[in-house]
């Protein structure tokens, strides 16, 4: 199968996105992409670390998505939801969890 490896992360893809290697190795049918090789070209089992990454970009999102109810609170004194408030000190809390 041919693969290609982002030569910063070395997550491997079915398809060039840019910035990578083309690697030609073998890898199981039933391989869910992308794929984490470590320095041998060898599978890791990543489903953990895809999902940690998932989390870490969607908190970071999050932050940045709700950021504007602090604004608006400077402004107009308006409270900014009690949810948004936990939502958010939960995100930063996984966040500095994951060394962010």
């Known amino acids: 199968m ?14 060039d996105i840019g910035g990578c290697d083309l690697l030609d ?5 039933n391989t869910m992409f992308p794929v984490l090789l470590d320095d ?3 599978v890791v089992d990543n489903s953990e670390a ?3 990454k998932q989390r870490i ?3 970071k ?9 602090y604004a608006r609170k400077l402004e107009t004194n308006e409270d900014v939801p ?3 408030v936990t939502k958010r000190t939960e995100a930063r809390n996984y966040l ?3 060394g962010y």
Request: no cysteine.
């Open 96 to 98: 500095r969890a994951n």
């Open 40 to 42: 041998n070209n060898r």
């Open 25 to 29: 190795i073998d890898l199981p049918a």
């Open 2 to 15: 041919t693969v290609y490896k982002d030569t910063e992360s070395g997550y491997i893809f079915k398809s």
């Open 82 to 84: 009690v949810a948004v």
């Open 50 to 52: 895809i999902q940690t």
């Open 61 to 69: 999102a999050y932050l940045k998505d709700t950021d504007w109810y």
């Open 57 to 59: 970009k969607e908190s």
